[in-house]
């Protein structure tokens, strides 16, 4: 009997101790449709979404990414040695992300889309039309345009990038990878203009 009471204390102590442990934090954080920040426990965590993690600061190698667009998964490797996978949501029918060899050209933390975004009224700053394609849609008169927030961009290749935003399970965007914020941002700070980039179907 004393030694299961024993047991019992040690294994609780343990436990205590694994759950203020910062690398056993599985949460992760999904941007929503309105610009919020949700926080998605494991036990919670969308079922699209089994895989996101990262363990690649202060690993050494030269860094290199794998998208394969059928998995909807990115992968960061340093060197040869895989060190984060990501969840992600690219080009959605009519909006494909392209498959090739690409590189990182740009970096921007706080980029906005210069293409799709709000047409705000440009007195009250409400919205006159959502999701409005510049290309497409024509200014209303007295309409500013809100360009689409893309934190922690990395450019590719024309206007498609890798960078924070909504992950609704599948192909949504407009032909940008999409991650979720703490995967964006780890992505972003080990990354470099130059850093090798390979799609995949």
């Known amino acids: ?21 910062p690398r056993l934090d599985h949460s992760t954080k999904y941007l929503t449709e309105n610009g919020g920040i949700v926080a998605v426990p494991d036990r919670g965590r969308p079922s699209f979404d089994t895989v996101s993690y990262w363990e ?3 690993v050494p190698g030269a860094p ?8 909807q998964h990115a992968y960061f490797f340093k060197g040869s040695q895989l060190v984060g996978i990501s969840t992600i949501s690219t080009g959605r029918e009519g909006f494909g992300t392209a498959a090739g060899n690409f590189k990182i050209i740009q970096k921007d933390k706080d980029h906005a889309s210069s293409r799709f975004g709000d047409y705000l009224d440009a007195k009250t700053g409400e919205v006159i039309k959502k999701d409005a394609d510049r290309n497409v849609d024509p200014l209303p008169k007295g309409a500013k345009f809100d360009g689409a927030r893309m934190p922690y961009f990395m450019r590719i290749v024309g206007g ?42």
Do not use: Y
């Not at 009997?1 to 442990?21: E, I, K, N, P, Y």
């Open 1 to 21: 009997m004393r030694l299961s009471l024993v047991s019992l204390l040690a294994g609780l102590l343990f436990l205590a101790g694994c759950a203020s442990d």
């Open 56 to 58: 690649g600061d202060n």
């Open 64 to 71: 290199s990414i794998i998208i394969r667009l059928s998995e």
């Open 160 to 201: 498609t990038g890798m960078h924070e935003g909504f992950l609704p399970g599948c192909p949504a965007s407009h032909g940008c990878i999409r991650m979720p914020s703490f995967m964006a941002e780890a992505f972003f700070r080990n990354v470099s203009v130059g850093t090798p980039v390979r799609i995949i179907p």
